[in-house]
T-cell receptor, first 113, second 114 residues
Framework: TQLLEQSPQFLSIQEGENLTVYCNSSSVFSSLQWYRQEPGEGPVLLVTVVTGGEVKKLKRLTFQFGDARKDSSLHITAAQPGDTGLYLCAGKGRGSGTYKYIFGTGTRLKVLA | DAGVIQSPRHEVTEMGQEVTLRCKPI?????LFWYRQTMMRGLELLIY????????DSGMPEDRFSAKMPNASFSTLKIQPSEPRDSAVYFC????????????FGQGTRLTVV
C-alpha cells in the first residue's frame, strides 16, 4: 500500500510569513499533484509534477518533486489569508493501478490577517 | 460547464436506513471516482469507473456499500444498511482518462448517520 504522509498536519501563521509543506512516501510515484480544499468544497488541482527534481511556480507557490520521485514540497511566500485551506498531495502509482491517485493526510493551513 | 454535480449536499439518516448518493460527472469525462473523507482517515478512494465499468472497487469498505454507473452521465453510491461509522463527506470526481489528468471534484455530500 502506498502511503503519503504530509507535515505539518496543522499550521497557523501570520500574514506575510513564508511556509513549507512536505509530502513524503517510501514509494516511487510516476507523478504527483497538489490540491487545495476550502471548507464545504471539493479539492481543486493546483499543479502536477512529473519529472524528478521538477520545480513549478504558481504565483507565490513553489512546488518541487523530489529527485527520486518519492517526495514533494510546497513553499508559499508571503502567505495571505486567501491561502487558508487544506492542502493535499496526491501521488500516482506505477504499474497496475496507475489510473488512481493516492491522497496524502493533508495539511490544514490558517493564515491570520 | 457546471462541473461535477452531487446530491444531496447534506443527508441525515437513522442507523439502518438506506442512503443513496448521486453524482453527475462533467460531460465528456470517461473516468469517475467516489471518495470518502474523514478527519481520521483523510480522503480515501472507494471505487473507480472507466467508461461506465467498475474497474477497481477495492476501497469499498464492505458489502453494505454498492455503486453503479448506468450511463456516462450518472452514478450512485448506496449504503444499505447505514451505520454511524459511515458518517463522512463523500466526494465524486471525474476526469478524462490519461496520464496526469486533473480530477474535478464535486462539492460533496455530508452524510450523518445517527
Amino acid at each position: 500500500t502506498q502511503l503519503l504522509e504530509q507535515s505539518p498536519q496543522f499550521l497557523s501563521i501570520q500574514e506575510g510569513e513564508n511556509l513549507t509543506v512536505y509530502c513524503n512516501s517510501s514509494s516511487v510515484f510516476s507523478s504527483l499533484q497538489w490540491y487545495r480544499q476550502e471548507p464545504g468544497e471539493g479539492p481543486v488541482l493546483l499543479v502536477t509534477v512529473v519529472t524528478g527534481g521538477e520545480v513549478k511556480k504558481l504565483k507565490r507557490l513553489t512546488f518541487q518533486f523530489g529527485d527520486a520521485r518519492k517526495d514533494s514540497s510546497l513553499h508559499i511566500t508571503a502567505a495571505q489569508p486567501g491561502d487558508t485551506g487544506l492542502y493535499l498531495c496526491a501521488g500516482k502509482g506505477r504499474g497496475s493501478g496507475t489510473y488512481k491517485y493516492i491522497f496524502g493526510t493533508g495539511t490544514r493551513l490558517k493564515v491570520l490577517a | 460547464d457546471a462541473g461535477v454535480i452531487q446530491s444531496p449536499r447534506h443527508e441525515v439518516t437513522e442507523m439502518g436506513q438506506e442512503v443513496t448518493l448521486r453524482c453527475k460527472p462533467i460531460s465528456g469525462h470517461n473516468s469517475l471516482f467516489w471518495y470518502r473523507q474523514t478527519m481520521m482517515r483523510g480522503l480515501e478512494l472507494l471505487i473507480y469507473f472507466n467508461n461506465n465499468v467498475p474497474i477497481d472497487d477495492s476501497g469499498m469498505p464492505e458489502d453494505r456499500f454498492s455503486a453503479k454507473m448506468p450511463n456516462a452521465s450518472f452514478s450512485t453510491l448506496k449504503i444499505q444498511p447505514s451505520e454511524p461509522r459511515d458518517s463522512a463527506v463523500y466526494f465524486c470526481a471525474s476526469s478524462l482518462q490519461g496520464s496526469n489528468t486533473e480530477a474535478f471534484f464535486g462539492q460533496g455530500t455530508r452524510l450523518t448517520v445517527v
